[in-house]
């Protein structure tokens, strides 16, 4: 029996296509926009593979590397060729990825003296697989099985990985010859992944890809130095912790005996942030200005509060500023060049105005410190003075801290530059690492609703643009810093999701942002549930969650 028609609707347009068509076969004959790779599509709403067979009247989008969607899937399949192609060349030897660095990803191995000449063999293999154009193949089997299956090959890491999931099966791909889990989607085949770059660097592999800024290129690559030694730091953390995995964070929650947990955490924080305190101290008879940025959700302000308290501790009094409070009004923030509104651009915070009260308070003057009300979208002026007088020292926290153009006038002795951001390079498992972008953006999730008035489908709409701005005028500035720090806390992700997952979950089949929401629970079901009660109030986490001794 002839299969019958169905309606499809391909970026606005309805064609008549037979039931069971492929989403690859629909994009080869019907969609003629390609800008760049195409990796996947969205149907009604949800992703959806290539080799996807259409079955039903619905409405087509196409993702590709332009999209932070599209970059994640060709980033994950590139992933598992290089892993393959590491195999064919080092069979006995291991690899794992261990996080995000600037333009690509880090991957250590097993290999001793790793050397350029080694990498150039690995990516001439993986080239050579890419013209082979052998497929990735789904599998699914039970969540049961696959259990077995990992414990029989000594795979801890990913036994761990799914020992508490309660989805009941486990999808894998098979790529030539190897198969193995991996979390998400994946291209077609390997003739998909044709833009990529290797470099060896740090004694390991960095998988260089194409950015949804500039998907047809790959960029010129440059490691920030200083935000590798951060990612080193965190990896010297977990090991003092013993938790590199999901899987060891849940049998410590499983255990009864994350409270303890937390509690380690916390003074590893504070510990740090001591020794930044003594740094400064260090210079005080020549600084006068504290500078604290970051990517949005770093926990700044609650940085900036515990920074204080450290200072106090060694004789300097100071006075605290927070760059939102400067912000224009929300009928005049400027547009980015999609026409939405970017808070993330210099250009967002009144810098006539605060240059003015900044050389005020350097000359010793008095001056009233505005209050931005973001219910409100307007400045308050609540009769907050402040005056910098012998002693006092000013730590101004926001995005853009770093940005030479906001303190230009100040000489450069006299500043201290401080970045911060919450990085993380523990594991799903060794072939799964956890994005540091998703933590801030489970982090602002919450803190948007609970303190913003923001539901998750406007903080998801609203993320694209805030990476766009924070590419363009965070990221650049980093290297500037004195000092880094890391607000990321290894047990986190399990307190956000009791918070985050109830509000991703209130986003229904027909909105738009239900792909992006599915994901996040998705990945958040990953971790088990940790009660808040343990959290100190003075945490950076209480930034987000609430109940933090600096938000009264």
């Not at 935000?227 to 938790?243: D, K």
Request: aromatic content about 10%.
């Amino acid at each position: 029996m002839q299969n019958k028609n169905i309606t499809v609707t391909v970026e606005g347009k309805k064609y008549s296509i037979i039931e069971g068509t492929s989403l690859e076969k629909v994009k080869n004959d019907l969609y003629n926009e390609n800008k760049s790779i195409v990796v996947a599509a969205y149907v009604n709403n949800k992703i959806r593979e290539l080799t996807y067979p259409i079955t039903e009247d619905c409405n087509i989008s196409f993702i590709d590397l332009s999209t932070a969607d599209g970059v994640r899937i060709y980033q994950r399949s590139l992933a598992f060729l290089l892993i393959k192609a590491f195999y064919d060349i080092f069979p006995e030897e291991t690899i794992e990825v261990r996080h995000s660095v600037s333009k690509g990803l880090f991957f250590e191995c097993s290999v001793t003296n790793l050397d350029a000449e080694d990498v150039q063999k690995i990516e001439e293999r993986m080239k050579a697989l890419v013209k082979m154009n052998l497929p990735f193949e789904k599998k699914t089997m039970t969540t049961e099985e696959a259990k077995q299956l990992f414990l029989k090959k000594n795979r801890i890491d990913k036994y761990g990985a799914i020992k508490y999931r309660e989805k009941p099966y486990v999808t894998f791909y098979k790529f030539d010859d190897m198969e193995d889990y991996f979390y998400g989607f994946m291209v077609p085949s390997s003739g998909y992944l044709t833009l990529f770059r290797l470099e060896f660097d740090n004694g390991g592999i960095v998988l260089i890809l194409p950015r949804t800024t500039n998907p047809d290129t790959i960029e010129d690559h440059d490691i920030p130095k200083k935000l590798f030694q951060i990612f080193s730091e965190y990896r010297q953390w977990i090991n003092i912790l013993g938790v590199d995995n999901v899987g060891k964070l849940n049998d410590i929650v499983e255990a009864g005996k994350v409270d303890e947990f937390i509690r380690i955490s916390e003074a590893i924080h504070e510990k740090k942030i001591a020794r930044i305190a003594d740094m400064i101290a260090e210079r005080k008879d020549q600084l006068k200005v504290i500078l604290i940025a970051g990517p949005s959700s770093s926990g700044k302000t609650t940085f900036a509060q515990r920074l204080s308290i450290q200072l106090r501790v060694n004789g300097l009094f100071p006075l605290n500023i927070s760059l939102d409070d400067y912000f224009v009004e929300k009928d005049k923030t400027p547009l980015d060049e999609y026409g939405e509104p970017d808070f993330e651009a210099l250009e967002a915070i009144d810098l006539k105005l605060f240059n003015q009260q900044l050389n005020s308070l350097i000359n010793g003057e008095e001056v009233s410190i505005p209050t931005y009300n973001f219910l409100t979208g307007k400045r308050e002026y609540n009769d907050r003075r402040l005056q910098l007088k012998e002693g006092n020292i000013l730590v101004i926290e926001g995005i853009h801290g770093l940005n030479p153009k906001l303190t230009e006038e100040v000489s450069e002795n006299s500043k201290f530059k401080i970045y911060i951001s919450a990085i993380t390079s523990m594991q799903i498992d060794k072939q799964n690492r956890i994005p540091t972008t998703d933590l801030r953006f489970v982090r602002r999730i919450v803190r948007d609703y609970s303190f913003r008035g923001c539901p998750a489908e406007t903080t998801i709409d609203l993320w694209p643009s805030v990476r766009r701005g924070e590419e363009k005028n965070i990221f650049p500035f980093q290297e500037q810093a004195d000092v880094m720090f890391n607000s990321s806390l290894i047990y986190e992700l399990g307190v956000l999701k009791t918070l985050a997952i109830p509000l991703l979950s209130e986003i229904k089949p027909d909105q738009p942002q239900y792909s992006e929401s599915r994901r996040l629970i998705e990945f958040l079901s990953y971790f088990l549930n940790i009660d808040s009660d343990e959290i100190p109030p003075n945490s950076i986490l209480r930034e987000f969650i609430g109940g933090s001794c600096f938000f009264k």
